[in-house]
């Protein structure tokens, strides 16, 4: 802590900002962020609650430098010329992650306003391969920094009006987890929210390298599990699930997974759609269905609209849309529900809709088969 309170001191002579967070135990307070005033012996100290702040000057001999670091994990701190990121474990013993800063470009092609931006340290990004330890985005990575801030924009418009201020969130096909960490992120270290995140995953390395990144990172309340989704048991409420690319039917296990759990939002970019591709048939398309490459593409789109229909006459409302550009992936559709209170009416209406639908493409897919046994429909 010696050296984390020092390297606090000497940045105080010339601050732009430090801010503490990642709190070390569950409480009231969610961060501390210190701004300098125009009377260089003065201080703006924003003390942030869950439900209010307090906002104080202070003196530099008033701010309690030491009591701040053993209150929390994170403390990042910005000057003119460097940024400084202190990470700090259990027994307070620091990492410093520092970087100088460039003077900003006077240019009209402004980078986008990424929620994780490149050139900032972000620790979750530097252990996943994303960024070096300068903060600097490797250069084979940009796709994957891309989709992560992509996903997160999508996620923020879910939840920036929220003031929920715990959330229980499962990941299933997390794979090295790049949105999970992200996701966790977001919450936690954004937004100052509690959060407990469970990625889900059929590979055991995969899951053991995940679990030891999360400890590494102090991210007490994420954990990654080994094991198939329809496996998966969970006891405490669920308010959001995730798939990314779960191949084929799991789309449609974590859907039913989430209406058994009443999830009140879902999130997924479905990948290999087989299961309908041999029962599709439709005498008015027959000759595009008849090519393989037309007849794969229709075959995702119809699985995709059979599943928002299906959701929707289960009380979901349900937005499609472009995850990433679609150079990057053929699988580029994100469907993200959030449950509603639709009338019986409503929710006949589009069960009728899909079942004209389904007769129109002679489907009979899993899914329906599922909500029925179930009582969804």
Known sequence: MKKALKLLEVCLENLNQVSFSSPKKKGELKNIVISPLKNKDEFKVEFRHKKHNDIKTLKRSELDLTLYIEQFKQILTKTPTHEHQILLNKKNESKIIS???SAPKTTHNREKNY???DKEICPFLIEIGV???????????????????????MLDDLYKKED???????DFGCGKSYLTFAVYHYFKNIRNKEI???????????????????????FDSLKFVHGFIHDFKVDTAIDLVITLHACDTATDDAILF??????????????????????????????????????????????????????????????SMEFIDLAHT???ILLRCIKTDKSEQEKQKAIDAYLEFKAQWKIAPYLEKELIKRKYL
């Not at 960024?131 to 989709?147: C, E, H, I, L, P």
């Open 258 to 319: 989430s209406l058994d759990h009443d999830a009140k939002k879902m999130m997924f970019v479905p990948c290999c759609q087989h299961e309908l591709n041999k029962q599709l048939e439709n005498k008015e398309s027959a000759v595009l269905l008849k090519h393989g490459i037309f007849r794969d593409r229709m075959c995702a789109l119809v699985t995709d609209t059979m599943r928002t229909q299906l959701l929707e006459g289960a009380g979901y409302k349900v937005q």
């Open 196 to 218: 407990t995140i469970t990625g889900v995953d059929l590979k055991q390395e995969v899951i053991d390298h995940c679990n030891t990144i999360a400890t590494k990172l102090d």
């Open 164 to 170: 929920q201020e715990s959330f229980h969130i499962v």
């Open 330 to 332: 053929a699988k580029n």
């Open 115 to 117: 929620f994780i931006p």
């Open 99 to 101: 970087k100088e800063v």
């Open 131 to 153: 960024m070096d330890a300068k903060g600097n985005v490797k250069s084979n990575q940009y796709k994957k920094f891309r989709q992560i801030n992509r996903f997160l924009e």
